[in-house]
């Protein structure tokens, strides 16, 4: 089958029903998605599906039919304002999340420029963080929206 990845289309030989996770990971070579919980309950996984986060290791291959986009493709090489903004204000700890909780931001921000508080929980809400650092999350994402703004 084939699948649209970061602008580039893919033939892989798999089981239609394989976790669009493992495809990414393990067929593409495509390791910044991370896996976390496998039940679609953590976030590590989030890719943009057409545009939107979804958690990948709860999407089969073969239900995709647009344009994935994963952590390695989302600023084509270039690191995005959200990127930077997340390095400039020290949101990683451990990292783990980080690729998954910047593909949720970054959809988020698409859709609504200017977020309130309550948009970031609500957008942010299935994306787990073991280190706690849902402020500067949240901090990095105004600060975000406030950059894109002014661009």
């Known amino acids: 089958m084939k699948i649209v990845v970061n602008g580039t ?3 892989v030989e798999v089981d239609p ?9 393990d067929v593409l070579g495509l390791t910044g998605t991370k896996f976390g919980c496998g039940i679609a309950a953590c ?7 057409d545009g939107e986060a979804v958690p990948a290791c709860g999407v089969a291959v073969g239900e995709v039919t647009g344009e994935v986009t994963t952590i390695e493709g989302l600023g084509n090489g270039v690191l995005t304002p959200l990127q930077e903004v997340w390095i400039g204000e ?7 999340c980080q690729p998954g909780q910047i593909m949720a931001a970054s959809a988020l921000l698409r859709r609504t420029p200017d977020p309130t508080d309550d ?4 957008a942010m809400s299935g994306n787990l963080c073991r280190c706690g650092t849902y402020p500067r999350i949240r901090a990095a994402i105004h600060a975000a929206a406030a950059r894109l703004r002014d661009a």
């Open 9 to 11: 289309e893919h033939q």
């Open 17 to 25: 029903q394989t976790p669009l996770l493992w495809v990414l990971r």
């Open 43 to 49: 976030g590590a996984c989030t890719v943009h599906l």
């Open 90 to 96: 020290q949101v990683a700890q451990c990292g783990y």
């Open 119 to 122: 948009d970031i929980d609500e």
